[in-house]
């Protein structure tokens, strides 16, 4: 009995150890293929539908990741650990939310208005695809690790699916940001690999973490950086996608119509996990 317990653990991590590594691939690949449509998908007559449409249901699965699942764990987690006195997990959710509200609506924003202001001449000089860069880095980082840190498939499947949902359209807007500041196109492949590197390498890290750390400390870990992304996917889905979308009087049945599936996709899944 023991020995088929102990079986049963073994393949149990093997299955997430592989659930990992192919969910390192396949969100880099997502990554690389996102920025390169920009070009052909800019040019599609589409491009704007297929975009929006998109984008709403991301930010329906950001919504429930966040608030449904990646939040509930770290408060489990702090729980388990005993420190459940103090609202530890919405403090570092907040965190993770202002951390890429400053990044984006202060650094990112004061860059862009400041170049406006003076453009510049001749071959462009801008800042502004690489801080936009560096803005979808972190959140990338702060996923890739919660990701890398889940101890159990199905909780890990749920922040792939709000990480996969997003990367493409965050790459593709990247890839688009660095087409109109006319980026050398050296630098625009270095920008857009190291972009679809973060969350790939934000899940080794996170699989470092929980190998070499104590049961605790590793638990202590994956609640911190859950919390983290939870506030992060928050923003995007709040600030970003959601702000961005029903700013535009157009198609906003059929957009919100995509939010609430993207949403139910997460509230559903949350009855088995």
Same mark, same amino acid.
């Given at each position: 009995?023991?020995?088929? &317990?102990? #079986?049963?653990?073994?393949?149990?991590?093997?299955?997430?150890?592989?659930?990992?590594?192919?969910?390192?691939?396949?969100?880099?690949?997502? =990554?690389?293929?996102?920025?390169?449509?920009?070009?052909?998908v800019a040019e599609s007559?589409?491009?704007?539908?297929?975009?929006?449409?998109?984008?709403?249901?991301?930010? =329906? &699965?950001?919504? =429930?990741?966040?608030?449904?699942? +990646?939040?509930? %764990?770290?408060?489990?987690? /702090?729980?388990?650990?005993?420190?459940?006195?103090?609202?530890?997990?919405?403090?570092?959710?907040?965190?993770? /939310?202002?951390?890429?509200?400053?990044l984006e609506k202060v650094?990112?924003?004061?860059?862009?208005?400041?170049?406006?202001?003076?453009?510049?001449?001749?071959?462009?000089?801008?800042?502004?695809?690489?801080? #936009?860069?560096?803005?979808?880095?972190?959140?990338? #980082?702060?996923?890739?690790?919660?990701?890398?840190?889940?101890?159990? &498939?199905?909780?890990?499947?749920?922040?792939?699916?709000?990480?996969?949902?997003?990367? =493409?359209?965050?790459?593709?807007?990247?890839?688009?940001?660095?087409?109109?500041?006319?980026?050398?196109?050296?630098?625009? &492949?270095? +920008?857009?690999?190291?972009?679809?590197?973060?969350?790939?390498?934000?899940?080794?890290?996170?699989?470092?973490?929980?190998?070499?750390?104590?049961?605790?400390?590793?638990?202590?870990?994956?609640?911190?950086? %859950?919390?983290?992304?939870?506030?992060?996917?928050?923003?995007?889905?709040?600030? %970003?996608?959601?702000? %961005?979308?029903?700013?535009?009087?157009?198609?906003?049945?059929?957009?919100?119509?995509?939010?609430?599936?993207? /949403?139910? *996709?997460?509230?559903? *899944?949350?009855?088995?996990?």
């Amino acid at each position: 009995m023991a020995d088929s &317990v102990e #079986l049963a653990k073994t393949e149990c991590k093997m299955n997430l150890l592989l659930f990992k590594y192919i969910a390192i691939t396949g969100i880099f690949l997502t =990554g690389i293929i996102g920025g390169l449509s920009a070009r052909k998908v800019a040019e599609s007559a589409q491009s704007e539908l297929l975009f929006s449409v998109g984008n709403s249901f991301a930010g =329906g &699965v950001f919504l =429930g990741a966040g608030l449904i699942h +990646m939040l509930p %764990d770290a408060q489990s987690a /702090f729980s388990i650990i005993g420190n459940n006195r103090y609202p530890w997990s919405v403090l570092i959710c907040c965190l993770g /939310f202002l951390l890429i509200l400053f990044l984006e609506k202060v650094l990112l924003n004061r860059e862009h208005a400041v170049e406006k202001q003076h453009p510049s001449s001749g071959e462009s000089m801008t800042l502004y695809p690489y801080i #936009l860069m560096l803005v979808l880095s972190v959140h990338s #980082l702060i996923t890739g690790i919660a990701l890398g840190t889940e101890k159990v &498939v199905t909780q890990a499947l749920i922040i792939l699916l709000a990480v996969v949902a997003h990367k =493409g359209t965050a790459a593709f807007a990247l890839g688009v940001s660095l087409l109109r500041n006319r980026i050398p196109m050296k630098h625009a &492949v270095l +920008m857009l690999v190291s972009f679809s590197l973060m969350t790939s390498i934000g899940i080794a890290l996170g699989m470092g973490l929980i190998k070499f750390l104590s049961a605790n400390t590793a638990l202590l870990f994956e609640g911190l950086f %859950d919390a983290l992304a939870a506030g992060t996917f928050l923003y995007i889905a709040l600030l %970003d996608i959601l702000n %961005d979308e029903f700013s535009q009087n157009q198609r906003l049945y059929l957009k919100f119509c995509m939010v609430a599936l993207g /949403f139910s *996709v997460m509230a559903i *899944v949350a009855i088995w996990t």
